[in-house]
């Protein structure tokens, strides 16, 4: 009875060795498709200050689609204008070619916007909503493209234009 109790006891051991070796592979084997990157900015001038840090992650699928969140944060004085920006973004990353990216990117941001004039204070506090669509060269972890913003409203936008170039780096 006693050597039955010892042989189930060590099947049991083997087995769960077994099982955290499986789990600690497959845990390796997802951090592996993980890459890293994002922005930093920095902007001055004359009454001008502007400063942002865009944090991102992507989960390669296959050589060809991969897709991750990522964050932003960005602050920016001009003159009397204050904006604080914060929010947060999918992407989507499509490589048909090791040389062409397709991306798709929907952004939800939150912008709360402050000024002192002579004539007295403005406060302004709104979400902006984006969705990218990009084509860009690839290299190795970088791209270099373009990408236009189909939700864009002239009159409700806090980016210039409709069209954005970017470099894309992740490691």
Same mark, same amino acid.
């Given at each position: 009875?006693?050597?039955?109790?010892?042989t189930?006891?060590?099947?049991?051991?083997?087995?769960?060795?077994?099982?955290?070796?499986?789990?600690?592979?497959?845990?390796?084997?997802?951090?592996?498709?993980?890459?890293?990157?994002?922005?930093?900015?920095?902007n001055?001038?004359?009454?001008?200050?502007?400063?942002?840090?865009?944090?991102?992650?992507?989960?390669?699928?296959?050589?060809?689609?991969?897709?991750?969140?990522?964050?932003?944060?960005?602050?920016?004085?001009?003159?009397?204008?204050?904006?604080?920006?914060?929010?947060g973004?999918?992407?989507?990353?499509?490589?048909?070619?090791?040389?062409?990216?397709?991306?798709?990117?929907?952004?939800?941001?939150?912008?709360?916007?402050?000024?002192?004039?002579?004539?007295?204070?403005?406060?302004?506090?709104?979400?902006?909503?984006?969705?990218?669509?990009?084509?860009?060269?690839?290299?190795?972890? /970088?791209?270099?493209?373009?990408?236009?913003? /189909?939700?864009?409203?002239?009159?409700?936008?806090?980016?210039?234009?409709?069209?954005?170039?970017?470099?894309? /780096?992740?490691?």
């Amino acid at each position: 009875m006693k050597l039955m109790k010892n042989t189930l006891g060590l099947c049991a051991i083997l087995f769960m060795t077994c099982q955290l070796i499986t789990a600690q592979t497959q845990s390796t084997y997802f951090w592996d498709n993980v890459d890293f990157g994002g922005g930093l900015g920095l902007n001055f001038g004359e009454e001008y200050f502007a400063a942002s840090v865009s944090p991102s992650a992507i989960y390669n699928f296959n050589p060809y689609f991969a897709a991750g969140p990522g964050l932003s944060y960005s602050y920016i004085r001009d003159g009397d204008l204050k904006s604080s920006i914060l929010g947060g973004s999918i992407i989507t990353l499509i490589n048909p070619l090791p040389a062409i990216q397709f991306s798709a990117e929907f952004e939800e941001l939150y912008v709360s916007q402050t000024a002192n004039y002579d004539g007295g204070s403005f406060e302004r506090d709104f979400w902006n909503a984006a969705l990218f669509l990009g084509l860009g060269y690839r290299s190795g972890s /970088v791209t270099i493209g373009a990408r236009y913003n /189909v939700l864009y409203d002239d009159d409700d936008a806090i980016y210039t234009s409709a069209i954005q170039p970017f470099i894309r /780096v992740y490691f």
